[in-house]
């Protein structure tokens, strides 16, 4: 994964008012904590942080006080009508850094004949990566399973230097077989008197 390059700049007021007035000249207040410092308050360009975490676990190089910081998205609150990003916590990350991260999961291929649903227990992959190289999705071939079986956390095939952050015999998809609805009862017939 590629490093998307943004320009910090750290903020001295907080607040509910100070957040408002950030947000109005279109930019994105946050927080840099991570490996023991002490909090930094930032404030973001708004759309080039929106674009780069469009891509999951986007690998951040900010550009803060002259010094180029590497950083993970921890946490994004976003507006929930509007979706527009209200905050975001970034997490402080340093090259060959291991880092726990949850990796999406896809998956290809067509199911058994016969109107199975393929169940996603997690839509996320918990595992432990390198900072630098965090995979951004992870593929997994359902061809022809059939009802009842399941695709476990060790059954997905990892990139080098990625292991799992959870038990191996974690359910990740399961195949479930299309129940029937059962056909409505009809009323009886009124009776007339």
Do not use: C, W
């Not at 607040?15 to 007035?21: L, V, W, Y």
């Not at 004949?113 to 997994?140: C, D, F, M, Q, R």
């Not at 060790?154 to 990740?172: F, H, Q, W």
């Amino acid at each position: 994964m590629s490093e998307v390059k943004l320009t910090a700049e750290t903020r001295s007021e907080f607040g509910k008012g100070a957040a408002r007035r950030i947000r109005r000249a279109n930019k994105v207040p946050g927080v840099l904590y991570g490996h023991g410092t002490d909090p930094v308050h930032l404030t973001l360009p708004g759309h080039d942080l929106m674009m780069a975490l469009k891509t999951s676990n986007a690998l951040l190089a900010l550009e803060l006080d002259g010094k180029t910081e590497l950083a993970i998205p921890k946490a994004v609150q976003r507006d929930p009508l509007k979706g527009f990003i209200e905050h975001v916590d970034l997490l402080l990350v340093n090259r060959g850094e291991q880092v726990n991260v949850e990796i999406p999961v896809h998956t290809e291929g067509e199911l058994a004949p016969g109107g199975n649903l393929l169940e996603h227990v997690l839509n996320a992959l918990p595992v432990e990566a390198e900072a630098t190289h965090i995979p951004e999705a992870l593929t997994v071939s359902v061809e022809g399973l059939e009802a009842g079986a399941s695709v476990l956390a060790k059954d997905i095939t990892l990139p080098k230097g990625v292991s799992l952050a959870v038990d191996a015999d974690t359910v990740v998809l399961q195949v479930l077989a299309a129940q029937a609805e059962e056909p409505a009862a009809e009323g009886e017939e009124a009776t007339e008197a």
